[in-house]
């Protein structure tokens, strides 16, 4: 499989914090990679990185083969760069339709042109993920669970190329991540390539093509899954120094 995203020593500094560090790694056309690691370990400004909210310190990130590091974020979501959020933040006021036809206005190629497609475009979306019964619903009344889910709807209204999810089953029980992995590979049946961070050992195993493991900002490990979740060094960093 080609990749269609490529990042190549790829580094992020906050002042004296290097949150992500001289990391290279390639997606490939309709793989799902499982990113994991500990609390604090750059996974989130590693997904940050790649959408464009953040700018890399050094490196290169190209999609498709063509650098995309200078490209402000949407820019990269008319290529065809979606994302969700693990800070769940709803436009106020605006039901759950709408919230998804922002997404559909402003996505991969210059969005739809017209509201009315937008709205049809975002009912599509919310059909898919399973709220349509919610799409009158003002967006910030909804729970925990179903705003995952809208943040699904609102990235796939983006008609993206490669989507980032980041902690989407975060906080949900056994039978809703059981639920939003039927989703994601869904999605990946549409020819879209996944990055998903996940703490969920068990969810991100059964999802995955290759694992990721990121630790104090560096990556540690980049395999198939088993071979990844019995590494030594990743069982003693992520799993804990009891397990290694």
Do not use: W
């Amino acid at each position: 499989m080609t990749p269609i995203l490529e990042i190549t020593n790829v580094t992020r500094r906050f002042a004296g914090l290097v949150a992500v560090n001289d990391v290279s790694f390639t997606l490939k056309q309709g793989e799902i990679l499982g990113v994991i690691g500990p609390n604090g370990a750059g996974k989130t400004t590693l997904v940050s990185l790649i959408s464009g909210t953040l700018p890399p310190t050094l490196g290169d990130i190209a999609f498709e083969g063509h650098s995309i590091v200078k490209l402000p974020a949407y820019q990269r979501a008319r290529l065809g760069i979606g994302r969700t959020f693990q800070i769940m933040r709803p436009f106020p006021g605006l039901s759950v339709l709408d919230n998804v036809a922002v997404g559909a206005l402003f996505g991969h190629g210059g969005g739809e042109s017209e509201l009315a497609k937008a709205r049809e475009q975002a009912r599509e979306q919310l059909r898919f993920v399973g709220l349509e019964k919610f799409s009158d619903q003002r967006a910030d009344e909804l729970g925990g669970p179903s705003r995952k889910r809208l943040e699904l709807a609102k990235a796939l209204a983006m008609q993206p190329k490669v989507l980032l999810c980041d902690e989407v089953m975060a906080g949900l029980n056994h039978v809703e991540i059981d639920e939003v992995i039927d989703v994601l590979k869904r999605v990946r049946e549409r020819g879209i390539s996944i990055l998903v961070i996940e703490h969920v050992i068990k969810a991100i195993k059964s999802l995955s093509d290759r694992l990721l493991v990121l630790h104090h900002g560096e990556k540690i490990a980049d395999g198939e899954p088993d071979t990844v979740l019995s590494n030594p060094q990743v069982v003693e960093a992520y799993l804990g120094r009891k397990r290694a």
